[in-house]
């Protein structure tokens, strides 16, 4: 899989060569690198997209390049960096349902402007109310609100059933919440099971401040695997006509070119302290 995200890398660079102004290069050229653990590449070649952006832009790219922007300046410790840029994303496609998940978690992580966090939270729970990270962060605002026992209400959803240790939507940091959650209702012996079922998949069951990581592209960074497909036919498209053109269409690939991206989109993106999905 590395060796295949070092592929779509060069040929994003090499499209960009002979098209500067074409968004999806800048998006999966920074995808790539932040596959690779080449983060600041990653922030160049979204900053380098963002900067390419004008009244002909696909809205909805427009709003995925800002939204992982703002995840990455998050992550250097750029936050108002960040939150600008999650502004942004929200201009261009209001309903970016990744980008309000993150920006939500990031401003309760903050303890800051809850109100629009919740306000963003309960946007994203409504589109999907079974999301797992999108419920936890709806539950993780309520209890920072301290209103603990509606925290748990959603937190329940979360972690609810006999097998959440093998879940992999469930998180060291999601198990972290709810300890921190059913501790704060009174009930002291669950907080601890949570605490320690978080311990052993990695987390901290300290009752001192948790700034749990999500993961980068449960939702998103949430890719859609139709949309990752949908780019990866383009940039593939464009290393099989050797640069010849970007009006390329899926019905003008190759068996090869076709199963690469078949190869591609099987893969799974890491997690890390991005949050959510793309």
């Known amino acids: 899989?590395?060796?295949?995200?070092?592929?779509?890398?060069?040929?994003?660079?090499?499209?960009?060569?002979?098209y500067p102004d074409q968004l999806p290069f800048y998006f999966y050229l920074g995808?790539?690198?932040?596959?690779?653990?080449?983060?600041?590449?990653a922030l160049e070649a979204f900053k380098?997209?963002?900067g390419q952006i004008n009244e002909n832009s696909d809205l909805s790219m427009a709003s995925d390049l800002y939204s992982i922007l703002g995840d990455l300046w998050y992550k250097e410790g750029e936050k108002e960096l960040a939150y600008a840029a999650y502004d942004s994303s929200l201009t261009y496609k209001?309903?970016?349902?990744?980008c309000l998940n993150n920006y939500a978690y990031y401003l309760s992580l903050d303890n800051k402007d809850l109100d629009k966090a919740e306000e963003m939270s309960y946007k994203t729970i409504k589109a999907e109310p079974s999301n797992k990270t999108y419920l936890d962060t709806y539950a993780w605002i309520r209890f920072m609100k301290a209103l603990y026992t509606e925290a748990k209400v959603y937190?329940?959803?979360?972690?609810?059933?006999?097998?959440?240790?093998?879940?992999?939507?469930?998180s060291a940091g999601?198990?972290?919440?709810?300890?921190d959650i059913y501790y704060k209702c009174g009930d002291t012996d669950q907080a601890m099971k949570y605490w320690?079922?978080?311990?052993?998949?990695g987390g901290d069951k300290s009752l001192k401040e948790k700034n749990s990581a999500k993961e980068i592209y449960s939702g998103m960074i949430n890719l859609k695997m139709g949309k990752w497909i949908i780019g990866l036919v383009l940039v593939s498209a464009f290393?099989?006509?050797?640069?010849?053109?970007?009006k390329t269409t899926t019905e003008q690939q190759t068996d090869t070119s076709s199963e690469w991206v078949d190869k591609m989109s099987a893969g799974t993106f890491k997690s890390g302290s991005l949050t959510a999905k793309l």
């Open 48 to 50: 380098k997209g963002v």
């Open 174 to 179: 999601v198990l972290e919440h709810a300890g």
């Open 94 to 98: 209001s309903d970016n349902i990744g």
């Open 31 to 41: 995808l790539s690198y932040y596959q690779l653990d080449q983060n600041e590449e």
């Open 1 to 18: 899989i590395r060796q295949d995200y070092k592929k779509v890398a060069e040929v994003c660079r090499n499209g960009l060569e002979h």
């Open 155 to 170: 937190i329940d959803k979360v972690v609810q059933g006999d097998n959440v240790m093998n879940d992999a939507e469930v």
């Open 239 to 246: 290393f099989v006509s050797g640069c010849r053109s970007t």
């Open 196 to 201: 320690e079922m978080a311990q052993k998949k």
